[in-house]
């Protein structure tokens, strides 16, 4: 907050006694002194936009004050990690480029191929399921009548070979002397009854193991296919579909994946620009901010050395070019805000050169206060040719907010307010007082002037 100093230049009455004044007609005005800076019209700020990087490491940078000619370098960084990462960005794209084609192609793939094996899971099911309803209903049965059929015959051939073995017997043993033909006629027909006897008992053991195992497994079999098939069948109905959206899934990733990749290349080709700050005409190099009529370097100025970084999104640095004009900058409080007006006129006086006096004049001023609840206020200065003021320099202005060559002042504490409004207490010619209204005009710490209710030559009683 600036420093305030209220001048009081009218004088009270010579022929004033304590606690009384006679009033004169006196030059009455009110000035104020506020702390102030030189900065320039027009500057470049010099700040690290950056998209994507964040570390800036200072390789070289142009001293603080320094003057600069167009295409000089203001600060130059570290660019290994940049390059490497462009590097690296580069590859990445390239690789993500070719498993993006991969996975469209197997995404074709999927969507023409999953149709079909879908329709093979399904025929297959069909089909187990067929074949367990026909051996249910039909295979089953004619298997058992089979086993039966051929149990049978086996027992039919065989009863018929023993029935020819019996009459062949009782034709021979009618002889009174086998013939040697006649004996092998019948170890043919005994060794036909012992084959069929012997087929018999394969066929009675073939017809159990048909009815007791063959079968129940063959149905056991069967129905573990349809089971199996219909599961198959199940599952692919979900996976194989949710196959094809999870590979296009995978497309739409990477090709989000590629985009942002895409994206944070051209933001670092962007970014490689900064890596070195040229001036952009001849003029001066400040380290630090002048931004809303202030110069401001703080801590900040610790870091802007060879090896130290520069921060990003913010101001670190002011290019002031050679064609920009000193302008003054002042930031009075509500109080003064609220009387000073365009175009008020005072001095500038520089610290150590109170000799030289700089003439100002308001500009402009902020009509809304500030956060820090001051009201920015621009000075134009009429700039002696013998003084030489740098950006950020200290000033002390001093400006009339308030003049009048005739005017009636009292103290301030000599005014009373009360039902009637603003009085003041007057001695009258029999030495008696009286209350007087009277219109206050405008006040400085100590005085304030009186625009009607009182004339010169009364006298006010001062408490």
Do not use: C
Request: hydrophobic letters at 40%; aromatic letters at 4%.
């Amino acid at each position: 907050m600036p420093r305030i100093h209220h001048l009081i230049p009218a004088l009270l009455a010579a022929t004033a006694h304590s606690g009384e004044l006679t009033l004169e007609m006196k030059p009455f005005f009110i000035a104020h002194s506020l702390d102030a800076t030189a900065l320039p019209d027009a500057t470049t700020p010099i700040r690290l936009d950056a998209e994507a990087w964040t570390a800036f490491e200072i390789v070289s940078i142009a001293a603080h004050g320094s003057a600069v000619k167009k295409g000089d370098a203001l600060v130059i960084f570290e660019t290994e990690g940049i390059d490497r990462k462009l590097a690296d960005t580069k590859q990445a794209i390239a690789t993500a480029k070719l498993n993006l084609a991969q996975a469209e192609l197997d995404l074709a793939t999927l969507e023409k191929t999953v149709p079909e094996q879908l329709a093979r899971l399904t025929r297959a099911a069909a089909e187990a399921a067929e074949e367990l309803d026909h051996f249910n209903k039909t295979a089953r049965k004619s298997a058992e009548e089979s086993a039966g059929f051929d149990l049978k015959r086996r027992e039919q051939i065989l009863a018929s070979y023993k029935e020819e073995l019996k009459q062949l017997t009782k034709m021979y043993e009618a002889d009174d002397a086998t013939e040697e033909t006649e004996e092998i006629i019948l170890q043919n027909q005994l060794d036909a009854v012992e084959a069929a006897e012997f087929a018999l008992r394969m066929e009675i053991l073939n017809h159990k193991r048909t009815l007791e195992f063959s079968l129940p497994r063959q149905l056991t079999a069967l129905t573990q296919t349809r089971d199996d098939t219909a599961l198959s069948l199940d599952k692919g109905a979900k996976d194989l579909p949710r196959s094809v959206e999870l590979k296009k899934l995978e497309v739409t990733a990477l090709k989000t994946g590629l985009e942002r990749d895409g994206k944070t290349l051209a933001d670092l080709e962007k970014d490689r620009a900064l890596f070195e700050i040229k001036a952009p005409a001849d003029g001066i190099f400040y380290h630090g901010a002048i931004e809303n009529g202030k110069w401001t370097a703080g801590d900040l100025i610790k870091t802007l050395v060879p090896g130290g970084a520069a921060p990003t999104g913010k101001t670190f640095g002011t290019f002031i070019p050679s064609v920009a004009k000193p302008l003054i900058q002042a930031f009075p409080d509500q109080a003064i805000a609220g009387v000073l007006a365009v175009g008020a006129e005072g001095v500038a006086i520089v610290p150590g050169r109170e000799d030289i006096t700089i003439p100002v004049s308001l500009k402009s001023i902020a009509t809304t206060p500030a956060p820090d609840l001051t009201h920015p206020a621009t000075f134009t200065a009429t700039w002696p040719e013998n003084l030489r003021v740098a950006p950020g320099q200290s000033l002390q202005i001093r400006v009339v907010s308030h003049n009048n060559d005739k005017a009636i002042t009292i103290p301030t504490k000599a005014l009373a307010y009360g039902p009637k409004g603003w009085t003041v207490e007057v001695k009258l010619a029999d030495g008696k007082t009286e209350k007087r209204p009277v219109t206050r005009g405008r006040s400085d710490a100590e005085n304030t002037e009186i625009t009607a209710g009182l004339e010169a030559g009364q006298v006010v009683i001062v408490p």
